[in-house]
């Protein structure tokens, strides 16, 4: 099983990147998933999670209305867009997948975990 977040990098404050997460090695359209997030110092948190089927989402406060996450079952991956970017969205971002959507949403006990990717958001 792996879970490859890619599409990080360095962007200025009220800039856009885009994260994917391509999966392999489980039946991905069975699962939920989500991306998380930890800045430096901070405990990891839930930036955004969305159903197997794509059709119900769940959003940070910190993030609703800036950041969108879809996922396309036919290409096994899941998108996170990001736009308006702040500083205080710096952190290492992590693609995360489980059946059960409590699991997903607060991060206990997640099935399968991504290595994650680096968002600097800086002038």
């Known amino acids: 099983v792996q879970l490859v977040e890619s599409g990080g990098g360095l962007v200025q404050p009220g800039g856009s990147l885009r994260l994917s997460c391509a999966a392999s090695?489980?039946?991905?359209?069975?699962?939920?998933m989500s991306w998380y997030r930890q800045a430096p110092g901070k405990e990891r948190e839930l930036v955004a999670a969305?159903?197997?089927?794509?059709?119900?989402?769940n959003y940070a406060t910190s993030v609703k209305g800036r950041f969108t996450i879809s996922r396309d079952n036919a290409k096994d991956t899941v998108l996170l867009q990001m736009n308006s970017l702040k500083p205080e969205d710096t952190a290492v971002y992590y693609c995360?997948?489980?059946?059960?959507?409590?699991?997903?949403?607060?991060?206990?006990?997640?099935?399968?975990w991504g290595k994650g990717a680096l968002v600097t958001v800086s002038s």
């Open positions: 090695g489980f039946t991905f359209s069975s699962y939920g």
């Open positions: 969305i159903r197997s089927a794509g059709g119900n989402t």
């Open positions: 995360a997948a489980d059946q059960n959507w409590y699991a997903l949403v607060s991060g206990t006990g997640v099935t399968y």
